[in-house]
């Protein structure tokens, strides 16, 4: 931000006014598409949820510990389009405030979940009875605004989700392991998990393998996938990975297993995703083993792991600590102190990523979606007005 300050010659007020209000523009942009994806008709869309950690410096001398929060996100698998993107984060209101409040009606001596206040992470929490959703080790509170429980800020990222796709025939969550993801999915999708509207899929992919790992990963893949290609000449590579799936998914000691520990390893993983290994969440015991071998092969990360690593590029202030022995892992690079403006680049990032920038296709995820006609540019959201028809179908 100082640099910005001295390239553009003004002051940081001025760099932050601008921020907020580029960040509105970016509302608006992202709640006029959300009316056209409210109808939006499709028989199936693939989706993938996770959650992206950020921490924020201190911001005082005498408390040097750093906040830490958390960002749930999803993208659609096939156009790359992140539908919504959502930080542990209320800059509404004061974390004073509220605790004198929840002083006042006895929520210290409630149960979480019977709190009045229970949604927001108060300093009376940050204690050893605290276990649920402790605060992670040596981070402390936000100065300003309240820090919003995980659980609730995905619960209510899922609820978002259902209102958003209204007309998809056929959703499929891809959800990582973080802890309360398919809790949020089945509160908020549950009628249609019963019927089968709604499939859910627990996704396990080692992120900490080294280069030489995955390519040692997999060529094991790749052989074991050859070999078995060998034994059925003339027949798609894809068909006999689909072969591979049904012959592990009706193994005995598969199917003895309890429905939560059924992890299948995908037979054609990618070096974005190796020893990929997959587990049927919303199984209603109605499905073929044709059909699910089918889901299977679909399940997918790549669309939103992708979208996070632009983040950590693209914007300095959330790119990954620095850690050093001089630090006593306190000093985070360029993290940002508050995190109103965390929340605000995060959306700012998100709608550009959604309208503006282009794969390889030379298309953004937008147009892929079927949302625009050609991409956008910052000066057209800058530009937008409220109701301009003329802007949300370009």
């Known amino acids: 931000m100082r640099r910005i300050c001295e390239v553009a010659e003004v002051t940081a007020p001025v760099i932050y006014q601008r921020i907020g209000f580029i960040h509105e523009q970016c509302v608006r942009v992202a709640a006029a598409h959300d009316e056209r994806l409210r109808s939006l008709k499709k028989a199936r869309l693939g989706i993938a949820v996770d959650r992206q950690e950020h921490v924020l410096n201190w911001s005082s001398q005498f408390d040097r510990r750093v906040t830490q929060m958390g960002a749930v996100a999803s993208a659609d698998t096939t156009s790359g389009f992140v539908l ?31 709190r009045k206040y229970a ?14 959703d ?24 899922f609820y978002y989700l259902k209102q958003l796709l209204l007309e998809i025939e056929q959703l499929h969550f891809y959800l990582d392991r973080d802890p309360g993801l398919h809790g949020g999915c089945f509160a908020a999708f549950g009628p ?39 034994a059925h000449p003339g027949m798609r590579k894809f068909d006999v990975a689909k072969q591979l799936l049904m012959s592990a998914l009706s193994q005995p000691e598969f199917l003895a297993l309890p429905a939560l520990k059924r992890w299948v390893p995908h037979p054609m993983p990618n070096m974005g995703e190796p020893a990929k290994a997959m587990c049927y969440l919303s199984d209603r015991g109605d499905l073929d083993p044709v059909t699910l071998a089918d889901y299977l092969l679909d399940v997918k990360m790549h669309a939103l792991d992708r979208f996070f690593m632009q983040v950590r590029r693209r914007l300095s202030v959330l790119e990954r600590p620095i850690f050093s ?6 000093w985070h690079g360029y993290a940002v102190y508050n995190p109103t403006v965390v929340m605000r680049l995060l959306e700012i990032f998100r709608v550009t990523y959604n309208f503006v920038l282009v794969g390889e296709d030379r298309k953004t995820p937008a147009m892929r979606l079927g ?24």
């Not at 949604?119 to 649920?132: I, K, S």
């Not at 995955?214 to 996938?225: F, I, Q, Y």
């Not at 959201?381 to 370009?394: E, M, N, R, W």
């Open 371 to 394: 949302l625009a006609v050609r991409p956008w540019t910052l000066e057209d959201i800058i530009a937008f007005l409220p109701g301009d028809q003329s802007s949300v179908k370009a």
């Open 325 to 330: 022995p001089s630090s006593n892992t306190r």
């Open 192 to 230: 249609q998990v019963r019927v089968g509207t709604v499939e859910a899929f627990w996704v396990k992919i080692d992120k900490s393998l080294s280069v030489d790992q995955k390519k040692r990963l997999l060529a094991a893949s790749e052989t074991a996938l050859a070999k078995a290609q060998a």
């Open 134 to 157: 402790p605060l992670p080790e040596e981070s402390r509170l936000p100065s300003r605004g309240v820090r919003i429980h995980s659980p609730y800020t995905i619960y209510a990222h």
């Open 84 to 114: 919504g993107l959502h930080l542990d984060y209320d800059p509404r209101y004061d974390v004073h405030d509220l605790e004198m409040a929840a002083q006042a009606c006895g929520d210290p001596a409630k149960r979480p979940a019977f």
């Open 119 to 132: 949604r927001v992470f108060l300093p009376f929490e940050d204690g050893p009875n605290e276990a649920e």
